[in-house]
């Protein structure tokens, strides 16, 4: 264990660097999935909300938890690669689908019950829960919304793979 | 089943009401069906387009049976109020789009809100709805349930979410339906609300509908109390600043010529085009009425959008822009909708948007100039383009034009046109003494000067003893009434007065004029007296001092309005109804420069 966190110790630079651009990369795939109309799911502006209830702040705290967000799993996809002694372009690609699906599937759907101003039932909003839950898979934010997710995370996990030297 | 061309199930264009929120407008019928609303923006695919065929969706509020309906909008607001009165009971529907006055910073709110609120006042009326989205021009919604009380419709990136209640009796994929029996004094909500490309947010029904009817009432209400208003004439007068302001885009400062599309201008004829666009030539009538009345903020937010969406022709002007100033604005056919009452073509986009009005030029730079009559400014960079603009007037004013009136069949050299290149030059010289435009004042002098020659001698007829549409023509055009108003010749002048009495001779019924005879444009059919030219006369007569007739006039015609006094872009007298689009700001406009008009010349409070 204390090799694998050795190892990725030592590279904290590349982590670092390439985490900043596979979170980029993750982030310009869903947002102009969001500008084309293939859905309307904004992680940045799900996460904003938890802080804040305006949307021109929701976007900026978004997007500054969401880098910091993509910065730790970066640290954690190293300890995956370390740890399977292997970092192929394939093998980041299946831990970004894995991910993904962990979040169209688990995180999505669980997010109306840990976000403050989600609605959990459609005819119940109040004056402080006003957000759209995502429904099933995120459905409810448009159909290709699973699509784009894993999509953009399966790229986040190949940039993460080819960067990094296991 | 009825035909679609009934006549019930196309209510009279004049009878319907408008609401908005500065972004998106819906039109109201009196039988309480929104039988149009374009979302999010003006100019966008409508929701709702019942007004142009039998599959266009309404979203209809009423009660069957015979009913007396009234229709007011509260406290000269756009919230309108619908009453439905029988001896035994009554009701009324409060419809507005919610305002966001706090914008961004305010709370999670959808980008639009269309709000229905039902209040029964006396008896136990029973009370039903339908609502049949059809977005893109009477496409399927494919509704889905969302709880108990909630249906989305996912169409490309929008959400349109609609909640109520209500007693739903009646669901599936393409409407919603219901009815309940309801008490004296007990209300129901109903909320239409749109967001693009975003996550979604859910408003609350009850006491958080009525607390943006407040907010949308007391922002309404404080922005007419800025009206400069001179006494008679003020109702009519403030329902069309406010017809005027929901036209104008709080987003851009844009100013459209109408909310809709094909509304005809002749029943069963092809004269159906699409108006969900801002025209240059409207420039300086809307621009001066906004700050003639006080809004300085309008006019110079739809100055700096003229400045804005004029950037990629320059020092080119094309006729027409859309509220974010594209102007390729393709004209195409919608095959899915017949038409009001069988008058297709439905078109959106507009042909005109590639034709040749040198009458822009001039409506431009005269917004210029009464922007800095009032009070107002602008900078070295404005200044600019205007110079830009001002050249190509001396450049190209002796080519033919399609005029004001869009002729398709050919370039003319239409005398208005010829009028507003001098109205641009004339405007320019006296703006190049107090505003940072700097011109070649000679050579403005001179070409000026030719262009009165032209207007005032090659214009003038003899053998019509008027000055007609065109130069070498003999047709009449009653936009030559304008000639006075840009100051190119007095409006007591001989050969206006002819003018005058020529047009009001073969172009009017009355007050009621028509832009010219309908036989020269070749679209083959009639069609209605041009609202903008009724009240041109009015003007032109207050400026020959014929107060009179000016006033008579003026009364008359507003007579003729609906209950709402809202204005389309032509009316026929024969049949009492309005046609084209509705309402229209150039008719507004033209409204309160006539109505200023006879202020202007002391006429306010008698």
Redesign the interface.
Known sequence: MNEILQEVAANWVVVAAWGLVATAVMTSVLEGAQLFGFSRLSLPFLFGTFVVSDRRRAMIFGYLLYLVGGWLFAFFYALLFSALATSEWWVGALLGIAHGLFLVAVFLPTLPIIHPRMVTEYDAPGPGQRLEPPGAFGLHYGKLTPIATVASQTLYGCIMALAYPA | MKGSDEPSFFPPIGEYALIGDMQACALVSRSGSVDWLCLPNIADPPLFSGVLGRWGGRFRIGAEGDWTVEQEYLDDTPILRTRFIQEAASFSVTDFLALRTEG??????PERELLRIVEVESGCPKVAFSFEPRPGFGRDPQLQR?????W?C?H??D?I?F?NDFSVSEADDRQVCGSEQLNAGEKRYFSLSF?R????????LGP?CETKKNAAHDWWSAWLSQAELRGRFNEDVKRSLVALRLLTSRETGAVAAAPTTSLPEWIGAKRNWDYRYCWMRDAYFVLSAFIQYGFKNEASGYFNWLMHATEQDKPDLRPVYDIFGRSDLKEQEVSQLEGYRNSGPVRIGNGASGQVQLDSYGSVILAARSLVEHGGTFGVSEARRLRGFVETVCRRWREPDNGIWEMRQGRLHHLYSKAMCWAALDSALWLSDRSPLEINRNAVHAERAALEKVVCVSGWNEKRQAFTGALGREHLDASVLLLPKIGIIKADHPHMVATFERIDAELAKGPFVWRYDPAIDGHGSLEGAFVACCFWAVEYLAMAGRMEEAVTRLQTLIGAAGDLGLWSEEYDPETGHMLGNMPQGLSHAALLHAVRAIHGAGMSNS
């Open positions: 961004l910073g305010g709370p999670i709110e969302r709880g108990r009380n909630a989305a996912q490309r990136a959400l979410l909640r967001c490309r975003d996550v979604g947010a859910i408003p609350g958080e």
